[in-house]
């Protein structure tokens, strides 16, 4: 069986300053992987996605995120936060054929002045 | 593009009520499915279907029904609504189950 751990539930960081998001999974297959991110009172929207490929992967708003087979992690990072960064952020995965979404238990960013 | 609408917002049911609660997608995607969120625990699957007559359990379906009579909807329904399934629900849907999820804005359901 697969499963997603996020080891931080809260992470406060200040504004402009680096942030990391951990992520870690379990699986015996190959895995597709993704960061969501969800703002107040709203659904989650993909942040980035690890299919196949380059390792590191980007977000269009300075996010990346590095597939690690070896250490089973897909942590997200970005260089310099912003107040508009506050959210929560889920890890997740799905292997194919399985049709079935693994969410991991999500990390709020806050993002203080 | 409307996406993935979801309907009621907001509901307040008594315990043994019944309900549905709509999902709709314009997207033409074969991939649909239902969430739960409750707090510390994530999103956690109820139900998915992967095209229209076809549909399957998720990690906790105990209590709720699904039906995929078009590839635009797939309705949950609670047969008997008790508080344990005060949570949000969201809906969220793919065009191949691999892709990237497309979310509505979510219900969010108290039982009393």
């Known amino acids: 069986a697969q499963s997603v751990t996020q080891l931080d539930s809260q992470v406060p960081v200040f504004e402009e300053a680096p942030v990391e998001l951990r992520c870690n999974y379990s699986?015996?297959?190959?895995?597709?992987l993704f960061w969501y991110v969800q703002y107040p009172n709203q659904g989650l929207q993909l942040l980035l996605k690890?299919?196949?490929?380059?390792?590191l992967v980007e977000s269009i708003n300075g996010f990346e995120a590095e597939f690690n087979k070896s250490q089973t992690s897909f942590h997200l990072r970005k260089p310099s936060v912003h107040i508009s960064d506050t959210a929560e952020y889920f890890c997740?995965?799905?292997?194919?054929?399985?049709?079935?979404?693994?969410f991991g238990t999500g990390t709020r960013l806050k993002v203080l002045a | 593009n409307a996406g993935v609408t979801q309907t009621p917002k907001f509901q307040v049911l008594k315990t043994g009520q019944s309900m549905t609660l709509q999902c709709a997608q314009d997207?033409?995607?074969?991939?649909m499915s239902w969430y739960r969120q409750d707090p510390g625990m994530g999103l956690r699957l109820i139900h998915y279907?992967?095209?229209?007559?076809?549909?399957d359990q998720g990690e906790v379906p105990n209590g709720y029904n699904v039906s995929r009579s078009t590839t635009e909807d797939f309705p949950l329904r609670l047969l008997s609504a008790a508080p344990s399934q005060t949570s949000v629900y969201f809906c969220?849907?793919?065009?191949?189950?691999?892709?990237?999820?497309?979310f509505g804005s979510g219900t969010q359901l108290s039982v009393l």
């Open positions: 699986s015996s297959v190959s895995v597709y």
């Open positions: 279907s992967v095209g229209a007559g076809i549909t």
């Open positions: 997740a995965l799905t292997t194919s054929g399985t049709y079935k979404y693994i």
């Open positions: 969220a849907s793919s065009y191949t189950g691999v892709e990237k999820l497309f």
């Open positions: 690890y299919l196949s490929g380059s390792t």
């Open positions: 997207m033409n995607h074969e991939y």
